[in-house]
């Protein structure tokens, strides 16, 4: 079993930035792809981003390239989405996702509130 932790949403204005942290535990995430969705209400759960195992692939759904960027240290056993140049409509609970193909893991957060004013 994988446990992650979401925390680093807030409350920030249009332009500003923020930066969420996925601390798991339980296992290493260095098997793990790890990636960062969210969900807005009255809306279903989409992809935001995307890393490989070691680090060196990354994906991001086009609403955010450019300003959002993922990263991880597997040895701290944490991911990270750094959020830049927030609009409006990046306002969601995010969560992280740890996934495992060769064992058919997927664990999920309890997810992080960001809420973007103008």
């Known amino acids: 079993q994988v446990q992650l932790v979401e925390s680093g949403g807030g409350l920030v204005q249009v332009g500003g930035s923020l930066r969420l942290s996925c601390a798991a535990s339980?296992?290493?995430?260095?098997?793990?792809?790890m990636g960062w969705f969210r969900q807005a209400p009255g809306k279903e759960r989409e992809f935001v981003a995307a890393?490989?195992?070691?680090?060196?692939?990354?994906y991001y759904a086009d609403s955010v390239k450019g300003r959002f960027t993922i990263s991880r240290d597997n040895a701290k056993n944490t991911v990270y989405l750094q959020m830049n140049s927030l609009k409006p409509e990046d306002t969601a609970v995010y969560y992280c996702?740890?996934?495992?193909?060769?064992?058919?893991?997927?664990?999920w957060g309890q997810g992080t509130q960001v809420t973007v004013s103008s």
């Open positions: 996702n740890a996934e495992r193909v060769l064992t058919h893991s997927n664990y």
């Open positions: 890393i490989n195992r070691s680090g060196t692939s990354t």
């Open positions: 339980g296992r290493s995430l260095s098997n793990y792809a």
